[in-house]
C-alpha cells in the first residue's frame, strides 16, 4: 500500500500501515501506551472471537475505523486464546520511552504462531511444541521437526507417495503447526494435514535459490561438518531446512543461533504406531471424550518436573527397537525400585528443579524473567547433591548422566548475589551487588526524607496541619490540602488539580527535586540494564551445559516416574526373546489395573509359533477389547524402557503394532464407517511384518453378514499365512473358529461368562475355546431397551434358532474350495485399483483448478481434456 497517496492519515496511522503490509497474514497487537490496539479488519476479527468491545477512533476514506484493544498486563491471556483459535499474531511494541511532540519509534519484536511460542503460560508445560516444516519433492519429501526452547532438531526423509508413513511421524510428534511452502500444489497436502487436525501455515519464500545459499552458510556455521554432508545428500532435507530457515528468520530470528546440531534418524528406529493405533489404544488421550484422562501417559506420568512428564510422553510415543538402549533404562528402573529410600531423596531434589529446559531456552533466547534467573540460581545450588547421588549409583548409565553435571558453582554465585529475588521490589538487581548502584538507590532513598523535611516546613510556613506531600506516578510530586485550607496557600503555589474536597498544588522547590528525582531513577534504571546485560553475558557461557544438564534431569525424572509405577502397582521388569513369542503371565491393562487396583482380572498370552493367531469371541461387555489393547500396551511400555503390568513377560522386539478397534466414519472425506474400517484393514495388511502385532477387533461387521464374514475369513487368512504376524482377532463371526481345523497355528479363545438367577456375569477371563452365547439380548436389558422391544427380540431369536440350519449358520468354506481362482481374483483387484487410481488423479486435477481465475477458453479446455481421458479409458 502506498502511504503517501491516503487521504488524510494521521503519522500514527501511517507507522500502523507501514507495519501492517510487512505481516498481512497476521492479527497485529499495535502498542500505543498501556494498551494494544487493533484496527479494521483485525478489531472486527479479534472483538467477534474474543468478545471484547468494537469501538471507533477516526475516519479513513470517510469511514469510521473499526478499534478495539486490551491492557499491555493481560497480554499473555488474550494471545493464549488468539493462538489457540488458530489466529497468527504480531506483537508490535514500542521500543522508547513517549516523548511529547515526538513520534514513538515501533516494531514488531514477536510473532506469535502454535509452534513457536514461548511463554509459560502459552505452552502445554506437559507437551513438547514442535514445529514441523515439510517439503515434498519428486523423488523424496523431506521431514524437519523443531523445539524452539530446547533447540533440537530430527529429520528424516520419506519415499514420495508416502502418506501412511508421514501420518505415523505426525502421530511421533504431535507437531503444534505444519509449515509448506506457498506454492502450486501444496494444496492436497495442506488438506491432508488439516483433515487430521494439525495446524498449517503457508510460508512464501522470496528468492529460493538465494535462501538455499543462505541456508548453506548458515548450516556451515551452526552444524558439524558430519552433519553438512549428510544434509547435503538430501535435496528434500535442504529446501526443508530452507523453508524452516526463512520463517523463523521472519518470526523468530533470535532462535536460529540457538540451534547447533540437526539429529538425522531413520523411522525405523522406533516402534511406529500409527495415528489409529495411538488413538485406539488411548494413548495421548482417552477415547471417551478426547480428555488426557485415563490415557496411557496420563497413567504412566509420574515425574515431578515438567520436562520430566514431557519425556516420558517422547518415550511412550516413540518406543525404541535397540535392546541395549531399552535395558538401559530398564536397569535404572530396576536399581529405583530396589532402592525406594532413593527413589524419595531424588523426588525431594527433583521436584525444585522445575522446568529447567525451557528457563533455559528462554534465556538462551532473551526472553526469560527475572523469576527464570531466580530459578535457575536455586537449580544451579541443587546439582551438586543431584551429581553425588547419580555418581554413587552402580548403574552405568546413571554414571554416565553424572558427567554431564559439570561444575557450576560459579553459575549459582553469580545469580544469588546479583538476582533480586524480592518480589515487592522492582529492582533487577539485588542490593550489595554493586556499589556505585546502592549509592544511587540511597540518594533516591534520601528524596523521601527531603519530602517529610519539606512537608513539615511548608505546614509551618502556611499553619495548615493538614497539609501533605504526595506523589503519583501520573502528577509526580505534588501539594494536597483541603477545599477549607485553600485560602490560605502561599502565592508561590501552583494549582495543578482540582478534586472533591481538595486542592492539589505544586512550587518551584517541589518541581526541582522531581527533576531530580525522574533523572536519578533513569540513571539508575540505565547503570541496572548495564549490569543485568553483563548477567545476562556470563549466563549465557552456560547455555550449552545447562541443556545437557537439563536433558539429564528430564531423563532421570522419566525413570523416577517409571519406577514410581512399577513400585506402587507392582510391575515387573520384562526379559526379550528373539523367538518373536509374546508371553504374559496374569497381564493387566495398565490404565484400569490402575483404577480398580486388585479388582482387576489378570489374563495370560501365550502368542507363539503353535498359536501365532488367537481368534477370540465372547459377549459384548465380557472384556475382549480391554485384553486385546492390555497386549498392546504392554509391548509399548515394555519397548519404552518401563516395566509392565504382569507378573512374567517374555516379548519380542516389534517393529510396529496395528489395531482396528472400533467404528468410525470420516464425514470430512466422504468416507463411510465400512470403507474407513476396510481401508485401515488393507493398510494393516499392507504393512505389517512378521514382527508386527495386529489387533483386530471385529472386521467386516460394517456391511452385509455374507460380505463381513467373507473379508473377515480373507483377512485371517492372508495375514497367517502371508504375513505371518502376531494377532489378536476379536469377532461375533463364530464361523471363523473353524479355521483352527485347517491352519495349525490359529486357535480360538473366548471371554468367559456363565448365567446366574441374577442374570449374565462376566468373568473377564479369556479361555482357550469358542463362547457358547453371545449374551446380546442380557447386554441389550443391561442398557434398559425397552421391555417390548427386549420381548420381541427373543421371540425373533427362538425363530431363528428353529429354522433350517443352512439357512441361519454360514457355511466354512476352505481356502482351496474358493469359487473365484487366485489368477481371476488378482486381475479383478487390478482393474479396480486402476479405476480408482484414475478417479483419484481426476480428483487431484480437479483441486488444482483455481475456478476464480480461469477464462472460459481455459474451462472449455479442461472439460474437452477430462473428456478425452474419460473415452480413454473406457
Known amino acids: 500500500m502506498d502511504i503517501s497517496s491516503l487521504p488524510a492519515l494521521t503519522p500514527l496511522m501511517q507507522q500502523y500501515f507501514q507495519l501492517r503490509t510487512q505481516f498481512d497474514d497476521a492479527i497485529l497487537l499495535f502498542q500505543v501506551g498501556d494498551f494494544y490496539e487493533l484496527f479494521f479488519e483485525d478489531a472486527q476479527k479479534v472483538s467477534s472471537f474474543l468478545g471484547i468491545a468494537l469501538t471507533k477512533r477516526g475516519t479513513f476514506n470517510g469511514q469510521p475505523i473499526p478499534l478495539c484493544g486490551f491492557p499491555v498486563h493481560v497480554l499473555d491471556h488474550y494471545v493464549t486464546k488468539l493462538v489457540k483459535g488458530g489466529f497468527k499474531v504480531a506483537l508490535c511494541q514500542q521500543l522508547e520511552q513517549a516523548v511529547a511532540g515526538k513520534m514513538v519509534a515501533r516494531g514488531v519484536t514477536q510473532v506469535f504462531t502454535p509452534g513457536t511460542l514461548t511463554s509459560e503460560t502459552l505452552l502445554d508445560a ?57 506454492q502450486a500444489g501444496m494444496s492436497k497436502f495442506d488438506d491432508f494435514f488439516k483433515q487430521r487436525g494439525f495446524f498449517t501455515t503457508r510460508h512464501k519464500i522470496a528468492d529460493e535459490s538465494e535462501s538455499i545459499e543462505t541456508v548453506q552458510n548458515w548450516t556451515e556455521q551452526q552444524f558439524s561438518a558430519k552433519s553438512c554432508a549428510q544434509l547435503a545428500q538430501s535435496p528434500a532435507l535442504t529446501h526443508a531446512i530452507t523453508l524452516w530457515h526463512s520463517y523463523l528468520s521472519k518470526n523468530q530470528k533470535g532462535a536460529l543461533d540457538q540451534f547447533k546440531e540437526i539429529n538425522f534418524y531413520s523411522p525405523d528406529q522406533f516402534l511406529l504406531l500409527d495415528g489409529a493405533t495411538q488413538k485406539n489404544l488411548d494413548i495421548v488421550a482417552n477415547s471417551f471424550d478426547g480428555a488426557k484422562k485415563n490415557s496411557l501417559i496420563a497413567c504412566m506420568d509420574k515425574a515431578v518436573t515438567p520436562m520430566g512428564s514431557r519425556m516420558i510422553r517422547r518415550w511412550l510415543l516413540r518406543p525404541l527397537v535397540d535392546v541395549d538402549a531399552i535395558t538401559q533404562r530398564q536397569q535404572v528402573v530396576s536399581y529405583f525400585v530396589a532402592h525406594p529410600s532413593l527413589l524419595t531423596q531424588l523426588k525431594r531434589i527433583l521436584e525444585q528443579f522445575g522446568d529447567l529446559q525451557r528457563i533455559v531456552g528462554r534465556i538462551a533466547l532473551q526472553k526469560a524473567s527475572m523469576k527464570d534467573y531466580v530459578q535457575l540460581g536455586v537449580i544451579a545450588g541443587l546439582m551438586p547433591e543431584l551429581q553425588i547421588l547419580l555418581e554413587q549409583s552402580p548403574v552405568d548409565f546413571l554414571q554416565q548422566l553424572s558427567t554431564t553435571c559439570i561444575d557450576v558453582s560459579k553459575l549459582h554465585r553469580l545469580l544469588t548475589v546479583a ?163 509374546i508371553i504374559i503371565h496374569e497381564g493387566k491393562h495398565p490404565v484400569i489395573a490402575a483404577q480398580l487396583q486388585h479388582r482387576f482380572i489378570a489374563n495370560d498370552t501365550n502368542l507363539t509359533n503353535q ?8 459377549p459384548n461387555m465380557g472384556g475382549k477389547s480391554t485384553y486385546l489393547r492390555q ?244
Open 126 to 182: 506437559k507437551a513438547s511444541s514442535y514445529l514441523f516444516s515439510f517439503f515434498p519433492m519428486k523423488d523424496a519429501w523431506g521431514l524437519l521437526f523443531s523445539e524452539l526452547l530446547t533447540s533440537q532438531l530430527h529429520a528424516t526423509v520419506l519415499p514420495i507417495e508416502s502418506d501412511r508413513s508421514l501420518e505415523a511421524e505426525l502421530y511421533r510428534f504431535l507437531p503444534d503447526e505444519v509449515l509448506l511452502q506457498a
Open 419 to 581: 538476582c533480586n529475588d524480592d518480589e515487592l521490589q522492582s529492582w533487577t538487581i539485588r542490593k550489595g551487588f554493586d556499589d556505585h548502584l546502592d549509592y544511587l538507590r540511597d540518594c533516591i532513598a534520601q528524596t523521601d526524607q527531603k519530602l517529610l523535611d519539606l512537608e513539615a516546613a511548608e505546614q509551618k510556613r502556611t499553619g495548615i496541619s493538614t497539609l501533605k506531600i504526595r506523589q503519583n506516578n501520573v502528577q509526580g510530586f505534588y501539594i494536597e490540602v483541603t477545599k477549607a485550607n485553600s485560602e490560605h496557600v502561599p502565592a508561590d503555589y501552583i494549582r495543578q488539580q482540582t478534586l472533591v474536597g481538595r486542592e492539589r498544588y505544586t512550587m518551584p522547590i517541589l518541581q526541582q527535586m522531581q527533576a531530580q528525582a525522574l533523572q536519578a531513577n533513569l540513571t539508575i534504571e540505565t547503570y541496572e540494564k548495564e549490569l543485568f546485560v553483563q548477567v545476562q553475558d556470563q549466563v549465557a557461557q552456560f547455555i550449552v551445559h545447562l541443556r545437557k544438564i537439563a536433558e539429564t534431569v528430564a531423563t532421570v525424572d522419566a525413570l523416577v516416574g517409571f519406577a514410581v509405577v512399577a513400585y506402587d502397582q507392582g510391575y515387573v521388569c520384562p526379559q526379550f526373546n528373539t523367538s518373536r513369542d
Open 611 to 618: 498359536e501365532s493367531l488367537w481368534i477370540v469371541t465372547g
Open 631 to 874: 497386549v498392546a500396551l504392554i509391548s509399548i511400555l515394555a519397548q519404552a524402557g518401563s516395566f509392565v503390568p504382569a507378573r512374567f513377560a517374555s516379548l519380542p522386539i516389534l517393529d510396529r503394532i496395528f489395531t482396528r478397534i472400533g467404528a468410525g466414519d470420516n464425514l470430512a472425506e466422504g468416507k463411510s464407517t465400512f470403507l474407513v474400517e476396510m481401508e485401515e484393514t488393507a493398510q494393516i495388511c499392507l504393512q505389517a511384518t512378521a514382527r508386527s502385532l495386529v489387533i483386530l477387533d471385529e472386521v467386516g461387521r460394517g456391511t452385509s453378514t455374507f460380505d463381513g464374514l467373507a473379508l473377515a475369513q480373507a483377512v485371517v487368512e492372508y495375514l497367517y499365512e502371508k504375513v505371518q504376524a502376531r494377532c489378536l482377532f476379536a469377532t461375533h463371526y463364530h464361523e471363523l473358529t473353524y479355521l483352527q481345523d485347517h491352519f495349525p497355528g490359529i486357535t480360538t479363545y473366548y471371554a468367559d461368562s456363565k448365567q446366574t438367577e441374577q442374570g449374565i456375569l462376566f468373568l473377564h477371563k479369556i479361555v482357550k475355546g469358542v463362547a457358547r452365547q453371545s449374551f446380546g439380548l442380557q447386554v441389550a436389558r443391561l442398557a434398559n431397551l425397552p421391555t417390548s422391544v427386549l420381548l420381541r427380540a427373543g421371540q425373533l431369536v427362538t425363530q431363528f434358532e428353529h429354522k433350517d440350519a443352512g439357512q441361519q449358520q454360514l457355511t466354512f468354506l476352505p481356502a482351496q474350495k474358493a469359487l473365484v481362482n487366485d489368477q481371476q481374483w488378482e486381475q479383478k483387484c487390478k482393474n479396480l485399483t486402476q479405476q480408482l487410481q484414475q478417479q483419484q488423479a481426476l480428483i487431484e486435477k480437479l483441486k488444482q483448478i483455481d475456478c476464480n481465475n480461469l477464462s472460459p477458453k481455459q474451462a472449455f479446455d479442461i472439460l474437452w481434456d477430462l473428456q478425452q481421458n474419460r473415452d480413454a479409458n473406457k
